[in-house]
């Protein structure tokens, strides 16, 4: 097996709803929202993280093959290429384990783990798209906002339980890329876009159910060639 070269898949992602990604803060601020957004300790900016594109991304291709029964919902990996043996989604799953890893251990079939190889995709945090920023800032707007819920009772027909949540509004952009290890001229791309194309149907982020986390790919390229058409002819 050869690395034959290391592609770069770039392009942005924009919000087509309001999107929350939490930042696991536990402390109580004054004024604060109950819910915050991760944001860059740095420059106090929301962006979205590499692992949470990557986990949504594959929980989905899983759901797609068909392989949660098999893996009781835990990620596919090379212990349970056992169970697929043989069957139509072998394949596949020997794809999906390329590209995200599958942490072998030495009770693998060591044949197996060289012929798979190690994960060839590798994904970086989202940073906000500056020239979103700057037009928030010309307009005095703020780069997160605020939401109010609520529990309606059935049958008092009264709002309980209030709550807010910090989310990254609709139309903000954030810089989307990845790089794929490319080992012996594989072409494993179709599987990647397949992913993207599913986090464009459910979204990313929490409360999905709820109208969150909607986004779209825009001006995906590879090595600086588009690759729209080949997004928008996946079909899933």
Not at 91 to 100: G, H, V
Not at 194 to 223: A, C, H, N, V, W
Request: glycine share 10%.
């Amino acid at each position: 097996m050869q690395l034959t070269k290391i592609q770069k898949l770039t392009g942005q992602i924009e919000l087509l709803s309001g999107l929350h990604i939490g930042s696991g803060n536990t402390e109580m601020h004054i004024g604060g929202t109950d819910n915050p957004v991760i944001k860059n300790p740095i420059t106090h900016e929301p962006y979205i993280p590499g692992s949470s594109i990557k986990g949504k991304m594959r929980s989905l291709l899983e759901w797609h093959l068909g392989v949660i029964d098999i893996t009781q919902g835990q990620p596919l990996s090379f212990r349970h290429l056992n169970n697929l043996r043989g069957t139509a989604k072998e394949t596949k799953a020997k794809d999906l384990i390329r590209l995200f890893g599958g942490a072998p251990d030495s009770n693998n079939d060591q044949a197996l783990v060289t012929e798979i190889g190690p994960s060839r995709l590798s994904f970086w945090d989202c940073a906000l798209d500056s020239k979103w920023v700057a037009e928030m800032n010309d307009k005095n707007l703020m780069l997160t906002e605020t939401k109010m819920e609520n529990m309606i009772d059935r049958i008092r027909g009264v709002a309980e339980h209030p709550r807010n949540t910090e989310r990254v509004p609709a139309t903000a952009k954030f810089n989307f890329n990845l790089t794929i290890r490319v080992h012996d001229d594989e072409d494993l791309l179709d599987t990647v876009l397949q992913g993207m194309k599913l986090l464009e149907l459910t979204g990313l982020g929490g409360s999905g159910s709820r109208g969150y986390g909607k986004i779209k790919f825009l001006e995906p390229k590879l090595d600086g060639q588009s690759i729209q058409d080949r997004l928008e002819k996946i079909i899933l």
